[in-house]
């Protein structure tokens, strides 16, 4: 193809000419050895040429190692064909590829049109990259719907009017509702004179509510209402709600605090059992004292001995120790405790039934219970107590004498 | 605004001393009532001296002292004290806290305090008599 300037320019080609000076076109040519006979057209400037810098040059050789020699050489091997085309830089461009014949019809060298379409091409990775994150977004609603479905949970979401616009969860079954069936309805309506009406009340008039309620008859949720705000005014646009089914727990919890009660009364029982206080004579008391004695069974001791003393008037009490078989420090140091408290009350002790085990320990441990007055048996305990009381009575009222004052 | 302080009744039975201490006294009326106490044994013949502390829902550090002080003061003036009327409560704080009242007598009610001061009297007596006899 040649510039022939002689005859008169043909119209057309003053058409053809203006597109390609003003439009990304590249057209070119090519003899059957790879040079370039014709290089035009706008595209040029992207490539970093002029129209007609590249004629001469092996387009071969340019190209070599690129997707475009690859289809150059095709074209001169006689195929006609479109390809895209992305080139370093990177550009793309939409290829033409147009064989030329000799009058024998062998390949005889090729026209290229190109039309570069990088920006085209670069929007649509960008929307096909949108696509595919919309899709595995969608995907993951889908797992999450999924998920919430198969979950005693429900999520649901209601308009400012109470209208319900979502509604999933696999708690809806035990409402005898499906998935997405209250669509459309008013949540209001829905609960009218159950619990949950206060609250969805409240989450519509812009209050984050959550509460535990029971539904429905073994149906307990605990509910969570969040009220949605547009942007940054305080208008309400939506209520979204997360339910979760408590019903197992809140039984479990029911059945745990009647164990507990139960444990607590057997306890309290143990404790009334463990320290039974005996009056055995008129101002005498006696508790006795079986099994092992720990700090907190002592302290119980302690107590309930000094109010029966403090409730019965009493002159004397008597521990039997007959039922102990093993004391440990603390113990021996409760008991001398609860002597003491005993005599700040004005009362007499008496300790008797110490096992030789026991004895032994308090020894060894280098207990002082001098200052307890002790007895062998219980028997001996309540005769001293009974003679030290026949003895207090005389020396009051034999010589009660009161004098006149002055 | 003055405070009313209302003094605490010292009651002489024969020759005993009776002092009932309120709740909820103040310091300062404890002071006042140690005083009292002491003014009156020094200034009357008495023999015994009764403390009772039923009135008192609580014994602190400061009570507990005052209580001890008057019995030694007390003793060392010739008097015997019985401090009575102590709640079970009381006599296990009283232990926990290491305050034993020692050296004093204590009975359940007023009642035996009484008897508890008669016969220490009889015991003083006879150990009088037996020394006389030597």
């Known amino acids: ?310 409730r019965e008037q009493a002159r004397f009490a008597i521990v039997d120790l007959t039922g102990v078989e093993v004391v440990d420090t603390s113990t021996a140091d409760h008991l001398i405790r609860l002597f003491k408290a005993a005599r700040v009350l004005g009362v007499e002790g008496v300790l008797c039934g110490i096992r030789p085990a026991v004895a032994q320990t308090v020894v060894a441990l280098g207990m002082e219970l001098g200052e307890v007055r002790t007895t062998r048996t219980l028997q001996d305990a309540l005769k001293w107590c009974l003679s030290r009381r026949t003895a207090l009575a005389e020396a009051t009222s034999a010589r009660f004498q009161p004098r006149p004052a002055g | 605004m003055i405070a009313v302080e209302y003094a605490t009744p010292i009651i002489r039975l024969y020759d005993n001393f009776i002092v009932a201490l309120q709740g909820g006294m103040s310091d300062a009326s404890v002071d006042r009532l140690r005083a009292d106490v002491t003014e009156r044994i020094g200034n009357q013949t008495a023999r015994g001296l009764i403390l009772d502390v039923s009135a008192l829902a609580y014994m602190d550090s400061f009570v507990t002292r005052a209580v001890r002080d008057l019995a030694v003061i007390a003793r060392l003036m010739g008097v015997t004290t019985v401090v009575c009327g102590l709640s079970p409560e009381i006599a296990i704080t009283l232990i926990d806290m290491g305050l034993e009242l020692p050296g004093v007598m204590t009975a359940l009610n007023m009642e035996r305090a009484l008897e508890a001061l008669f016969r220490a009297r009889e015991q003083d007596a006879n150990e009088l008599r037996s020394s006389d006899a030597i």
């Open chain 1, 1 to 310: 193809m040649q510039a022939d300037s002689h005859p008169p320019m043909d119209p057309r080609l003053a058409v053809f000419l203006k597109v390609l000076d003003s439009a990304p076109l590249v057209l070119w040519a090519l003899d059957k050895n790879g040079k370039f006979t014709l290089a035009e057209g706008r595209g040029l400037e992207s490539l970093g040429s002029t129209p007609g810098a590249w004629v001469g040059r092996d387009a071969l050789e340019d190209w070599k190692g690129t997707p475009a020699e690859d289809a150059m050489r095709r074209a001169l091997a006689g195929e006609e064909f479109r390809a895209s085309i992305t080139v370093p830089g990177p550009h793309h461009y939409d290829v033409w590829y147009i064989s030329v014949r000799d009058a024998s019809g062998a390949p005889n060298g090729m026209y290229g049109l190109a039309i570069e379409v990088t920006a085209e091409r670069e929007a649509k990775t960008r929307l096909e990259e949108k696509l595919a994150l919309v899709e595995q977004q969608s995907e993951k609603i889908n797992n999450l719907t999924r998920a919430i479905n198969a979950a005693p949970v429900t999520v649901w979401m209601m308009d400012p009017q109470g209208k319900i616009l979502l509604s999933e969860g696999g708690v809806l079954p035990k409402l005898g509702l499906k998935a997405g069936e209250s669509v459309g309805l008013n949540a209001l309506d829905m609960f009218r004179g159950t619990s949950a009406e206060e609250s969805i009340r409240q989450s519509l008039s812009g209050a984050t509510s959550s509460t535990a309620e029971d539904i429905a008859p073994g149906l307990s949720l605990d509910s969570w209402l969040v009220p949605l705000r547009e942007g940054d005014t305080d208008e309400l646009t939506a209520v979204l709600g997360l339910s979760v089914d408590a019903t197992e727990r809140r039984r479990s919890e029911r059945e745990l605090r009647e164990k507990l009660e139960v444990i607590e009364r057997q306890a309290s029982t143990i404790r009334a059992l463990a320290t039974p206080i005996i009056r055995v004579w008129d101002e005498v008391l006696c508790l006795p004292v079986i099994g092992t004695v720990d700090s907190q069974r002592t302290s119980e001791m302690m107590t309930s001995l000094l109010e029966a003393i403090a």
